[in-house]
């Protein structure tokens, strides 16, 4: 695999698109004056093949690879190698029928990087897989020879000498796939301890919980279940014997349709001889009427019984009366004793408040009494100083007298 075309669009110090063909696949050399972007030809080669350590770009930083930081309107850098891929047994992995691989790399300003294969996005670990299986590993550069690296070399530790060993001999792709398989074994082991920790710290004992709670729910379910059955089994008892105390109904009231119409039947039996007897009855009234009328002592009777009737409607209707009359003095009498009452718990209160007023009036008037005495003594005294002569009888000689009689008292 040989590069055979260079496109280098805003990288370092080409502003304009340029494109470099003609390559040599045994020896080629870039010559020119100083400051005509010999080197920068080299770091864009070394960018397009996904060197990470900018120093060596003499860079700083990914917008220091712009043209002028991106600060003269041009925003994005990109860089397009092509190789020629002849030979299928040193072609990379995968891309063993293209005869072409164009390889694209772009950044723009804020940092956004993007690697193309053969005009499709491809991942920055795609790429470097391919470059490793062919033994472009271009972050251990040992195929690359630049100023000082055979000083480097002569000054190299064993360890460095073995890892530029296995980089030319192409086994480096596959240790550090093996050490970055090593590392993600080890963080899925960290994350599994982690995993069977909560799994038996927290997880497990929610599933004794919920294994629990699943029996004991079980268990409701089976007795709701047989609460069930004997419900149903007491609302079938139930029905069985509201349907017998029914049929025993319907069979009670059979019997007792039964008996009603052989009652009904003794009921048109008896008026029938109670017609009978009334036809009887009458016929015989007849026969006596006839025989009674034969002489006066007939109409004598009838006269009494006429007036005995209507003495007897008279009596009824007083009767009638007397017991109308009951009935309202009984209301009446009922009303009364309700009033009683009330009147005899209103007249309960009022003798309390009676004796309470009676109690104070007797009071009132003792003091009264008590009070009109002493008027009157004053006036007795008043008249008697006025008068000289003491109105009652017996109490002779004046108001000295009278002085005399209250000192003494």
Known sequence: MFVEELIIDGFKSYAARTHITGWDHEFNAITGLNGSGKSNILDAICFVLGIRNYKLLRANNMQDLIYKRGQAGITKASVTVVFRNNDRKTSPLGYEDCKQISLTRQIMVGGKNKYMINGHTAQEQAVANMLQSVQLSINNPHFLIMQGKITQVLNMHPPEILAMIEEAAGTRMFEERKDKAQKTMSKKDKKIEEISAILTEEITPKLDKLRHEKQAYLEYQKVEIELDRLRRLVVAYDYTKCEESLNNSNSSMASGRARLDEMAVQLETIKAEIANIAKSKAKTEEKRRAEMSKSG???TLQAQIDELSKELVRIKTQCDLKTASIKEE?????????????????????????????????QEKQQYDEKAKDVTQLEELLQSLTTGVASDEGREGGFMQQLQEAKKE
């Open 330 to 362: 009984q209301a009446a009498k009922s009303k009364l004793v309700a009033s009683k009452g009330k009147f005899e718990s209103e007249l309960a209160k009022r003798a309390t408040s009676f004796e309470k007023q009676m109690s104070k009036y007797t």
């Open 297 to 299: 002592e007939f109409k």
